[in-house]
C-alpha cells in the first residue's frame, strides 16, 4: 500500500537557521499519526511546511507527495484543493463570519471524488454546531471553535488531515472528546498527521508516534511500543526511564 | 444663492465623490492595500473617455467601457508589479510604489496627450431639466443614478454570495483564507482590477464636468481619502454616505461662504470626526 502523504528531505529554514530536517514521514491509508515533541521541536513548523503554509517566511525545501502526485512546488491553496488540509494550531476560524458561513466557505472542488463531510454529518459529528449556526464564530468557546476548524477540515474533502494541536487551551474532558473524535475519523478511514503536546492523550489514540526534538525525528514507531520508549517515558509521561 | 441649486450641486457632487472613492474602499476593505496612482488612473481614464469620443468618434457609453477596461488593465499591470508587497503587507512600499506609478501615469499622459486642456461633451451635457426653479444636466443625473446602481450592486455582492463571503475571509486573514483553499493571489489581482475600473467610470461620468489636464487627480486623491476615512474604513455603505455628505457640504461652503476654501473646511471637519470618532462615522465592518 503506497502512502497518502509522503515527504522526503524537508528542510525547513528561517533565515539560514535550520528549523526542522526530516529525511522521511509517511503517511498510510487510515493511519493517525502522533507528532510529539517538547515546545519549539518543530512540530508545527513540520505540518505547516507539508502545506506550504506560514506565517513567517521560511525556506522550504524537499519532496512532498500526496497519493503519489509530487505537491512541493505548489502554494498552498493548491495543495488543498488536491486534498491535503490543515487545521492550525488555537483552531483558526473566520472570527467576522457566523459559523453557518465558515462551513458554507469551505467546499471540495467541484468535480473531486473524494469524501468530503455533508452537513448531517458535520452536525452528527459536532452538534453544538447545529445549535450556533447563526452565531459569529468570535462568539463560540474554545472547543467549539476547534470543532468548527475540523469541522470545515472535512467540509473540504482531505485525503489527509493535518491537525496542529486541537487540544490547545482546552479542559481535560474535551481534549479526550476532540481526541475521540479525530480516532473516530480515522476509522472511517481518513488519514491524520495530529500534532499534540499532550503525549499521555495523545498515545491512547494514534497509530504511531513520532517524537521530534530540535527538527529531527528522534524515535518513530507503534504507539504501543512507544509507549514503553525510555525517551518518551521520562521526558512526557513523567516516569523515570527503566 | 440659490439654496435647492447648491443642494442640487452637492448631491451631485456627493455621487461623484462616492463613486471616486469607492474603488479604494474595496481596496482597503478586502485586500488592507491603498493606492496613491488612484488619481492618475481617473485623470488618464479622462483622457481615455475624451479621447475615445473626439478622437476615435466612438459613442459616448462605449468610450467609457474603453476606460473601463483601461483602468482593469492599468489595475493588473500595478498589482502584478507589487504582488511581493502585497503579500508582506508592505504598506509604506505600496504607498511609494502606488505614487511612483502615478507619476509614471503623469508622464505617459502628457506624452500621449498633450498638455493642453481637453473638454469631454457628452449628448448628455446638453440636456437640462429645471427642478423647483433650479437646473441639472442629464450629466449629473446619469452620476447620481449610476452610482446609486454600484453601490446597491456592490452591496448585494458583498453581502450574500460566494464572492463577498471570500472577501470576507481574505479581509480578516489572508493566510487563514487560504487553508480554505482560496487563492488570496487571484483576490487581490480582482481587487486591484476593481479599483481600476471603478475608477475609471468614475472618471468616464464626472470628468465631462470640468477640463481635463494631465495635473487633475489630486483633488480626487484627496477626497477619496477624506471619503474613505469618514466612511469608516472598509465600509461601502460608510463610503457612500460619507461621499454624499462631503460633498453636500462642499457645494454648501462653497456657495454661502467660499468655494476657495471648501477643501480646507472639509479637512477639518475630517480631523473633527476622526477626534470624536477615531472608526469614521459609519461603524468599519470591513467590506460592509
Known amino acids: 500500500m503506497s502512502p497518502v502523504l509522503e515527504a522526503r528531505d524537508l528542510r525547513v529554514a528561517y533565515g539560514g537557521n535550520l528549523a526542522l530536517d526530516i529525511p522521511h514521514l509517511a503517511l498510510e491509508p487510515g493511519e493517525l499519526v502522533g507528532v510529539v515533541g517538547a515546545n519549539g521541536a518543530g512540530k508545527s513548523t513540520l505540518v505547516n511546511a507539508l502545506l506550504g503554509w506560514s506565517r513567517g517566511t521560511p525556506s522550504v525545501s524537499g519532496s512532498i507527495r500526496l497519493d503519489g502526485e509530487e505537491i512541493g512546488q505548489l502554494p498552498p491553496h493548491a495543495r488543498v484543493a488536491r486534498g491535503l488540509t490543515l487545521v492550525p494550531e488555537g483552531g483558526a476560524v473566520f472570527m467576522r463570519l457566523t459559523v453557518e458561513d465558515n462551513l458554507a466557505a469551505a467546499q471540495a472542488p467541484r468535480g473531486s471524488n473524494r469524501r468530503a463531510h455533508d452537513e448531517a454529518e458535520i452536525y452528527a459529528l459536532f452538534p453544538r454546531l447545529k445549535e450556533r449556526l447563526r452565531h459569529h464564530a468570535s462568539m463560540l468557546s474554545g472547543g467549539e471553535r476547534q470543532m468548527l476548524a475540523i469541522a470545515r477540515a472535512l467540509r473540504l474533502g482531505p485525503r489527509a488531515l493535518l491537525l496542529d494541536e486541537p487540544s490547545i487551551g482546552l479542559a481535560p474532558r474535551l481534549v479526550a472528546d476532540v481526541l475521540r473524535t479525530v480516532r473516530g475519523l480515522v476509522d472511517e478511514k481518513l488519514s491524520v498527521l495530529l500534532v499534540e503536546q499532550n503525549v499521555r492523550a495523545a498515545i491512547e489514540v494514534v497509530d504511531r508516534l513520532v517524537l521530534l526534538e530540535r527538527g529531527r525525528i528522534l524515535a518513530s514507531g507503534p504507539a504501543a511500543a512507544m509507549r514503553d520508549d525510555p525517551r518518551i517515558l521520562a521526558a512526557y509521561l513523567g516516569e523515570a526511564a527503566a | ?288
Not at chain 2, 57 to 63: D, E, I, N, R, T
Not at chain 2, 214 to 236: A, K, M, Y
Not at chain 2, 273 to 280: D, F, H, I, N, W
Request: proline share 3%; charged share 10%; hydrophobic share 60%.
Open chain 2, 1 to 288: 444663492m440659490n439654496l435647492v441649486q447648491q443642494l442640487i450641486n452637492g448631491i451631485v457632487l456627493g455621487h461623484a465623490y462616492a463613486l471616486i472613492a469607492i474603488g479604494w474602499t474595496v481596496l482597503l476593505g478586502v485586500a488592507r492595500l491603498v493606492n496613491f496612482g488612484h488619481g492618475q488612473i481617473y485623470m488618464l481614464a479622462a483622457f481615455v473617455t475624451w479621447w475615445s469620443v473626439a478622437a476615435l468618434g466612438l459613442p459616448y457609453p462605449v468610450a467609457i467601457g474603453v476606460a473601463v477596461v483601461a483602468g482593469i488593465v492599468i489595475g493588473l499591470i500595478m498589482q502584478a508589479a507589487m504582488l511581493r508587497l502585497t503579500f508582506a503587507q508592505d504598506l509604506v512600499s505600496i504607498m511609494i510604489v502606488t505614487l511612483g506609478f502615478g507619476h509614471m501615469m503623469r508622464g505617459i499622459a502628457g506624452l500621449v496627450f498633450g498638455g493642453n486642456p481637453q473638454v469631454l461633451e457628452t449628448p448628455l451635457s446638453w440636456v437640462e431639466f429645471e427642478i423647483a426653479g433650479s437646473w441639472v444636466t442629464a450629466q449629473d443625473v446619469a452620476i447620481v443614478v449610476v452610482a446609486i446602481l454600484f453601490f446597491l450592486l456592490l452591496h448585494l455582492v458583498l453581502e450574500r454570495g460566494s464572492l463577498g463571503r471570500t472577501a470576507r475571509m481574505v479581509a480578516e486573514d489572508p493566510k487563514l483564507a487560504q487553508l480554505a483553499g482560496i487563492d488570496v493571489r487571484r483576490v487581490y489581482f480582482a481587487v486591484f482590477a476593481f479599483e481600476g475600473a471603478a475608477v475609471a467610470l468614475a472618471a468616464a461620468l464626472v470628468a465631462p464636468r470640468t477640463p481635463i489636464l494631465t495635473n487633475i487627480g489630486f483633488e480626487e486623491v484627496i477626497i477619496t481619502f477624506v471619503v474613505v476615512v469618514l466612511g469608516g474604513i472598509g465600509s461601502v455603505a460608510g463610503s457612500y454616505l460619507a461621499g454624499l455628505g462631503l460633498g453636500i457640504f462642499t457645494a454648501l461652503f462653497g456657495g454661502f461662504v467660499s468655494p476657495a476654501y471648501a477643501t480646507t473646511a472639509a479637512f477639518l471637519v475630517l480631523i473633527v470626526v476622526l477626534v470624536l470618532r477615531p472608526s469614521g462615522l459609519a461603524m468599519g465592518r470591513a467590506s460592509r
